[in-house]
T-cell receptor
Framework: NAGVTQTPKFRVLKTGQSMTLLCAQDMNHEYMYWYRQDPGMGLRLIHYSVGEGTTAKGEVPDGYNVSRLKKQNFLLGLESAAPSQTSVYFC??????????FGQGTRLTVV | KNQVEQSPQSLIILEGKNCTLQCNYTVSPFSNLRWYKQDTGRGPVSLTIMTFSENTKSNGRYTATLDADTKQSSLHITASQLSDSASYICVVTSNSGGYQKVTFGIGTKLQVIP
């Protein structure tokens, strides 16, 4: 039982490049989330999913897309990276209204 | 404006001492409040979760209290250890008409020194 696994852990992109962050969970959780964490700010929700095949926008969705083709995976895509997307990205999953489990984070730098 | 305010922003204490972290919120309607511990370079890990009817919840040396009337919560750490050095994040969930909103505080950065 690995919990929530994010790949990659670090990435440097040039402005305009695209990439996909992968989040995988092996706890059979229905709900999955993508957050970004920036200095001086609380975690902010980008997109979330309440089940396989579903996605919804969070607080700061612009510039990101997501997909949940399989229950265990939640992908976050950046089509054209911008320096403002430099951040640490966290994926989380949960079942029911209780505890959420977070991944280790992906540190993304856009230059 | 962040509706979850934490204080202090940072704190340094000696190993073995106790400390209390504060969380004030204006999020409404209230559903639950959680405290997370986030080690540097890691994801947040849940410490406690409290609903409206719960005043206190303990997890080892961590004790969280909740006053839903004044919309305040505290996290008390007893007999601190070096491994307690981390950021502690208060998270408040509101639930209105089936729509759930989760608001994260910025966190309190705690450093425990020998």
């Amino acid at each position: 039982n690995a919990g929530v696994t994010q790949t990659p852990k670090f990435r440097v992109l040039k402005t305009g490049q695209s990439m996909t962050l992968l989040c995988a969970q092996d706890m059979n959780h229905e709900y999955m989330y993508w957050y970004r964490q920036d200095p001086g700010m609380g975690l902010r929700l980008i997109h979330y999913s309440v089940g396989e095949g579903t996605t919804a926008k969070g607080e700061v969705p612009d510039g990101y897309n997501v997909s949940r083709l399989k229950k265990q995976n939640f992908l976050l895509g950046l089509e054209s990276a911008a320096p403002s997307q430099t951040s640490v990205y966290f994926c989380a999953s949960r079942t029911g209204p209780r505890q959420a489990f977070f991944g280790q984070g992906t540190r993304l730098t856009v230059v | 404006k962040n509706q979850v305010e934490q204080s202090p922003q940072s704190l340094i204490i000696l190993e073995g001492k106790n400390c209390t972290l504060q969380c004030n919120y204006t999020v409404s309607p209230f559903s639950n409040l959680r405290w997370y511990k986030q080690d540097t370079g890691r994801g947040p890990v849940s410490l406690t979760i409290m609903t409206f009817s719960e005043n206190t919840k303990s997890n080892g040396r961590y004790t969280a209290t909740l006053d839903a009337d004044t919309k305040q919560s505290s996290l008390h750490i007893t007999a601190s250890q070096l491994s307690d050095s981390a950021s502690y994040i208060c998270v408040v969930t509101s639930n209105s008409g089936g729509y759930q909103k989760v608001t994260f505080g910025i966190g309190t950065k705690l450093q425990v020194i020998p």
